[in-house]
């Protein structure tokens, strides 16, 4: 049985249509499970049989990313296309591909003739009759910040090219005109990208029953554990089907014995699951939960852009129609969590970072100079020289290079589990970083 047959047959549609589409998620809600649904070869063919033409899917994760620089993007896109498996084994056209990216991989800083390479390699692959493209991407929210604005509007410029034959399917927390960043020179290159997806997103909300069940036996299955299948209605009414917590039960279970009677809520993976869900979430839409279950006020000057995140909230199935929640162990999570005044906080005392109120691992006395820089200038963007000259003294290329490490170090120590970048993140294509608090 395919899990999330009706999301993947909306999925497919839209490329039918030859439509670009963003899919929608809360942390932990399957989005992984989902994309790599989406690109199954079996699941292509069944869907795709009675087509002239089958697409071709090219899976694209953004997460192995050294850089965002446009060779490294382009070449990302490009390697999968590299394999026969694409061409029915035909070895011939695979080459061909793999020629244009390795000349790619030489061109250095030649933005154009990168473009140029990557445009041509595209027109190989897109030379039989009425052949469909579509790039899946997964990770795509950091590639938006930090890739230049221009690499956006040569990707809309290949939709012009080919017309509805080539598009993008990208997985997301949250709608990408949110992601961009605040540069008004740029932004007409991510508008024109942007206007894509305007009329496709799609929220995935959590698992329905038999999916769930498909999932815990999953969960079980990849752990050894065993379970009674008794078991399974009372979890999946807990978690409310969302994949991330019925992980999280089934460890309660079968790992520390706890019994449906127990206060799961209490349960520390469970905790740091709903804690996850919570930090997927912006800041508008944790403040709609507040509202709904807290009895919290928002300012008026918000309530457009709360109303809004409460819509939001309906796609990714947070909420249903009657604003009730998908879990009462995450609405337990949102009544009794004490309320901070920022997700990350810093006592200078003891020189600990805090997480929605829960203590990080202790920095060192160099990543206390690095972290009490970027805190002090929360929310604004700091260049790596800048940071260097503080700590150092200097920065030249082997002082940045040291920052670098202890940044990768810091933000592994800083982190909501599954998105290392929440709070450290970088900024300016790389070559500077922010602290991001709330």
Not at 164 to 183: E, H, N, S
Request: charged letters at 25%.
């Amino acid at each position: 049985m395919t899990i999330r047959s009706k999301d993947l047959e909306t999925i497919y549609s839209c490329i039918e249509a030859g439509e670009s589409a963003q899919i929608l998620g809360m942390s932990g809600v399957g989005k992984s499970n989902h994309f790599n649904n989406v690109l199954d070869p079996q699941n292509i063919e069944a869907h795709f049989k009675n087509s002239k033409q089958k697409p071709i899917l090219v899976r694209v994760n953004f997460h192995y990313a050294v850089d965002f620089s446009p060779r490294t993007v382009y070449s990302l896109m490009l390697e999968p296309l590299e394999s026969p498996d694409y061409w029915g084994g035909d070895v011939g056209i695979a080459k061909q591909v793999e020629e244009f990216h390795n000349r790619l991989l030489d061109v250095g800083d030649d933005i154009l003739k990168a473009q140029r390479l990557f445009r041509q390699a595209l027109r190989l692959v897109m030379q039989p009759e009425g052949q469909k493209l579509y790039f899946v991407f997964d990770q795509f929210d950091k590639m938006l910040r930090e890739a230049p604005s221009r690499l956006f509007a040569n990707l809309r410029g290949l939709r012009e090219e080919f017309k509805y034959r080539l598009g993008f399917i990208i997985f997301a927390r949250q709608p990408l005109d949110q992601l961009v960043p605040d540069a008004e020179e740029a932004q007409a290159d991510y508008e024109e990208f942007l206007e894509l997806f305007q009329s496709r997103k799609i929220g995935l909300a959590p698992y329905n029953e038999p999916d769930s069940v498909s999932n815990i036996e999953r969960i079980l299955k990849r752990n050894s554990f065993d379970l009674d299948a008794a078991a399974y209605p009372e979890i999946i009414t807990l978690s409310g089907g969302h994949g991330g917590l019925n992980k999280a039960l089934v460890n309660a279970v079968c790992q520390d014995g706890y019994v449906i009677s127990d206060d799961f809520g209490k349960h520390v993976h469970v905790q740091t699951e709903c804690q996850k869900i919570w930090a997927s979430l912006d800041s508008y839409e944790q403040a709609c939960l507040k509202i709904l279950f807290r009895g919290k006020s928002s300012k008026v000057e918000e309530e457009l852009k709360v109303q809004k995140a409460e819509g939001l909230l309906r796609m990714k199935g947070c909420l249903d129609q009657d604003n009730q929640l998908f879990s009462s162990i995450f609405q337990s999570f949102i009544e009794t969590n004490r309320e901070y005044e920022h997700a990350l906080e810093y006592d200078p005392a003891t020189r600990m970072v805090s997480v929605f109120g829960m203590e990080q691992e202790p920095l060192t006395n160099r990543e206390v100079e690095i972290f009490e820089y970027l805190f002090e200038h929360a929310g604004e963007v700091v260049s790596a020289d800048e940071v260097a000259r503080t700590v150092w003294g200097d920065s030249d290329p082997s002082t940045i290079s040291t920052l670098r490490q202890n940044i990768s170090r810091l933000r592994k120590k800083v982190q909501i589990p599954g998105n290392p970048s929440r709070f450290v993140d970088n900024a300016s294509a790389g070559t500077g970083y922010i602290l991001r608090i709330d």
